[in-house]
């Protein structure tokens, strides 16, 4: 995906808890939803669109959606922003 899709994502507070709770492990669907407050469509809608830009992978497994982080577009956007950074004269 983009760089305009991934900070599209990113500027969401929900989506960022939700890659948060996801920094350390995978964890499924259900896990995710029951840390928030909001109806079980409205994180799917998150996680959704988390996955369409790329910031998360889907595995399924038996019954179960487990999410992950996708680190590689993490490293794309710090690279991005250090290329921002001012060089020195």
Do not use: C, W
């Given at each position: 995906m983009g760089l305009q899709e991934?900070?599209?994502?990113?500027?969401?507070?929900?989506?960022?808890?939700?890659?948060?709770?996801?920094?350390?492990?995978?964890?499924?669907a259900g896990e995710i939803a029951a840390q928030f407050d909001l109806a079980q469509a409205t994180v799917s809608y998150h996680l959704a669109q988390l996955k369409q830009a790329g910031l998360v992978f889907e595995t399924k497994h038996k019954n179960h959606i487990y999410y992950e982080l996708n680190t590689s577009v993490f490293e794309e956007v710090l690279l991005f922003v250090a290329q921002l950074q001012a060089r020195e004269e």
């Amino acid at each position: 995906m983009g760089l305009q899709e991934t900070l599209r994502a990113l500027a969401d507070p929900v989506r960022r808890a939700i890659l948060l709770f996801l920094r350390d492990r995978r964890q499924p669907a259900g896990e995710i939803a029951a840390q928030f407050d909001l109806a079980q469509a409205t994180v799917s809608y998150h996680l959704a669109q988390l996955k369409q830009a790329g910031l998360v992978f889907e595995t399924k497994h038996k019954n179960h959606i487990y999410y992950e982080l996708n680190t590689s577009v993490f490293e794309e956007v710090l690279l991005f922003v250090a290329q921002l950074q001012a060089r020195e004269e």
